[in-house]
């Protein structure tokens, strides 16, 4: 199989997503300590499989395939639900933000 891009993009956008996935997960016990469970069922249910979906493919070094910033977008889209409610996420919205950009600049052509 040949991949879209060369490996170090698919490699340093597989990582980035990867480190936002633990971020993410990180922030899940916040919630979930103070009994806030919709906030951790936004983490857990939408923006993790979403970003776990994305990464499916840069894994693959599929990276200029739509479905990756699509999946970021479904992201930003749970984290801006919770960036909402809590001041608290504006690092794991900003993350996600900066992971967009990359996704889209390894997008484009070489």
Same mark, same amino acid.
């Given at each position: $199989? &040949?991949?879209?891009?060369?490996n170090?993009?698919? /490699? ?10 633990? &971020?993410a997960?990180? $922030? ?15 983490? #857990? ?12 493919? #840069?894994?693959?070094? $599929? #990276?200029?395939q ?9 992201? %930003?889209?749970?984290?801006? #639900?919770? %960036? ?12 996600? /933000? ?13």
């Amino acid at each position: $199989m &040949t991949s879209d891009q060369p490996n170090t993009v698919a /490699q340093q956008l597989t990582e980035a997503i990867s480190k936002t996935i633990e &971020t993410a997960e990180e $922030m899940t016990l916040k919630p979930i300590a103070r009994g806030l469970y919709d906030q951790a069922d936004i983490i #857990t249910a939408r923006l993790v499989p979403a970003l776990i979906q994305a990464r499916s493919y #840069t894994e693959l070094g $599929m #990276t200029s395939q739509p479905e990756v910033t699509a999946y970021i977008a479904q992201a %930003l889209d749970a984290a801006s #639900t919770l %960036l909402d409610g809590d001041n608290s996420y504006s690092r794991l919205h900003s993350a996600l /933000q900066r992971l967009r950009e990359d996704a889209y600049r390894a997008r484009r052509p070489a």
